[in-house]
């Protein structure tokens, strides 16, 4: 296993000013990264997650180099962002949401050619990337347009090509899918997909929209006041959190009484609905169990990665685990 991204005891502190009073002001040192540790193999792809104010912008800083740490020590593709940050900035790609790498009043297609000799690509190679981008994210229609006059969804198109041209190792994404329509947020999904999949590019992003990370990470990092609070699988966050599927089944006709199920608790006893969740029994078990009811209809429910996260940020306590 080849670590690309490695940070130990990575801080980051800013001096705030606060107003204590009509004229007084204090200094007061915050920690918006608190001492964070990371180890992203190559070919990975990591979501970056945890609420407003946790400290993931200020991460994807320091690891491009853009903010110098306050203390600890990272390193990209074994460089030192800060003190190595031109060379470095050969090795990744970078697309912070708010901020844009493309000229404004160029169309992308110049800035793409600014790009290439910027990065002193070869032609060729430019070339091709160019071509696979144009067909993934379907650039043609607005590639001869100014950048100022684009759509955000064409702009985040066009701004993640531009991440791309000079074939980069890591790609550290920021928000990549905030502000797009369905559509849009599909064929950028669809395209990091794609990238990720060739195992070559190693992929962290951070976001709001979870179903980026169910479609996109296998692996997911979640932090909270500047510290890391979870690392590990979907799978294992909702283990640790007890989340369970749900079996829903509406009858034909009311019960009498609803029947227990070893391994599986009653949640809703409505007179034509009920709702199990599975704590021990499989869906098949519990199937095998309600076999002789006329139901109507009957469906799983798979627990809801929202529900969870937000328990998470909330600090609420875990759910008792089966
Ligand atoms: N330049 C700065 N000066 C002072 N405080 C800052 C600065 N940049 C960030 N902070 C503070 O550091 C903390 C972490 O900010 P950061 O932008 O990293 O959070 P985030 O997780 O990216 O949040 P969001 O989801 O809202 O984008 C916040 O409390 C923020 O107010």
């Known amino acids: 296993m080849m670590t690309v991204i490695a940070a130990r005891e990575l801080r980051k502190e800013f001096t705030v000013r ?3 009073g009509r004229l007084r002001r204090a200094r007061r040192t915050v920690a918006a990264v608190d001492g964070v540790d990371l180890a992203i193999a190559r070919g990975e792809m990591v979501g970056y997650i945890g609420p407003n104010g946790a400290g993931k912008s200020t991460t994807l800083k320091m690891l491009t180099g853009v903010l110098t740490p306050s203390g600890g020590e990272v390193s990209v593709c074994g460089l030192s962002p800060v003190r190595q940050r031109t060379r470095l900035a050969r090795r990744i790609g970078v697309v912070f949401g708010q901020r844009t790498q493309l000229w404004w009043d160029l169309p992308l297609r110049d800035s793409y050619d600014l790009l290439r000799h910027i ?29 100022r006059q684009l759509s ?16 980069p190792e890591v790609l550290f994404l920021d928000e ?21 999949a060739g195992g070559d590019v190693t992929l962290m992003l951070t976001t709001h929209d979870l179903a980026d990370i169910e479609k996109l990470c296998r692996r997911l990092l979640v932090i909270d006041h500047g510290r890391v609070v979870h690392d590990g699988t979907i799978e294992a966050l909702h283990a640790r ?66 529900d969870v996260v937000a328990r998470l940020y909330t600090g609420a306590p875990v759910t008792d685990a089966p």
């Open 152 to 167: 955000l969804g064409q702009r985040m198109r066009g701004e993640l090509t531009a991440a791309l041209l000079h074939g």
């Open 241 to 306: 959190y007890g989340s369970r599927r749900r079996v829903v089944v509406e009858l034909e006709e009311p019960l009498a009484a609803p029947p227990e199920v070893p391994g599986a608790t009653l949640v809703t006893a409505g007179p034509l609905r009920l709702e199990y969740d599975l704590t021990g029994a499989t869906a098949g078990e519990l199937l095998a169990r309600l076999a002789g009811l006329a139901f109507r209809d009957l469906s799983i429910v798979e627990p809801d990665i929202e």
């Open 176 to 196: 990549p899918t905030i502000g797009l329509d369905v559509v849009s947020k599909q064929a950028v999904r669809g395209f990091l997909a794609e990238l990720g």
């Open 119 to 147: 990065y002193r690509v070869p032609a060729a190679e430019h070339a091709a990337r160019l071509r696979r981008c144009r067909s993934l994210l379907d650039l043609d229609e607005f590639l001869d347009i100014p950048v």
């Open 18 to 20: 606060v107003r204590q």
